[in-house]
């Protein structure tokens, strides 16, 4: 079965109707556009070219067109803005998400007022389970969007929805429910929405409404099943969600880490003190690898980040995974003395 295009644009494109297409492409993505490439009508139908390449779902020919033949052409802020957004826009239909992202930031950092930009941003930064820098992004489009005068019920519907979605994942189930009531007056009934509570009434343990809000979802995509959400609500009801739900944490585990890393302590502090950074890397690198046999239910890799200012310091990422953030507090109890006399350990999310 065809793959369905990654997004729909209405025109009729050809040679004497560039600013037509240009036109179009502006009102889809904002007007933070129109002033890329005035004065290049050839390069703007190149640009328009690899465009129709995404159109028709080839991303990979788009970023050989955009990269190799009109990355020179882009010399003000608009026509890099509009480079990076769209090479963005690439990496991400090839689900190259953090390459994405690179390109999404940059672009923000030449264009602040495209809602569009940060809406790619948080999704990209939501894919990463980067969530806190997914609200946050989400939030500015919000804003952005809001500040327009004929933007659409129904962007504005699904972009709360995105955000009630992050926010769960954050644990922040008020601000859910807040965002999700924001969708539902705007357009009513909204599948992103539906999904999002029925995520929410699951981890609130109301397994009942979960359902029926899954099954209303459903009904309105005009699909049978979403196995990734179901799969997500039946670990949260049976109590192995890594995500939502405390795992128990073996506590031999924890002691026999604790003495793993006592007997590479002096060395990985002369590591700090070297400030190579590819040894750090390397150290870091061990610690991940050692955390995942205390946390073996994590399924990804476990972020660790290592510092020296005053003092030594080991930072670990939960990424708002409450196992992993339950279980790193029960790993930072039992430090012994000699290892929290010189290292802090710090939990981030």
Known sequence: MAKEPFFKINFLKSASKTDAAWEAYTKTYGDWMANAFQDQKKVKEQFLSALDSLHKNYP???VQTLDSELKTFCKTDAEKAVWLFFMGVAHEAMEQYANALLYFTSASEYETEGPAIYQKLADCAYREELFGFAECNYQEAIRLYEQEKDVSSHTLAALYASLAS????????????????????LENKLAEA????SLLYAVRGEFEKAEASLKLALKQEGVRRDSVLQK???DIRSGTSEHFSTIFVENSEIQSFWRWFSKRLDAYLAVLDSDRIDEITKMTSEISQRLKKVFPFIQSAISVSAYKNETYSIFVADFYIKSLSDGLEALFT?????VKEKVNWIKIH
């Open 60 to 62: 990979k020919a788009a």
């Open 166 to 185: 992050c926010l769960i994942m954050m644990h922040d189930h008020n601000a859910a429910e807040e965002a999700l009531i924001h969708s539902e007056k």
């Open 194 to 197: 539906q999904k999002a509570r």
């Open 232 to 234: 997500q609500m039946d």
């Open 334 to 338: 039992e430090i012994p003395e000699s």
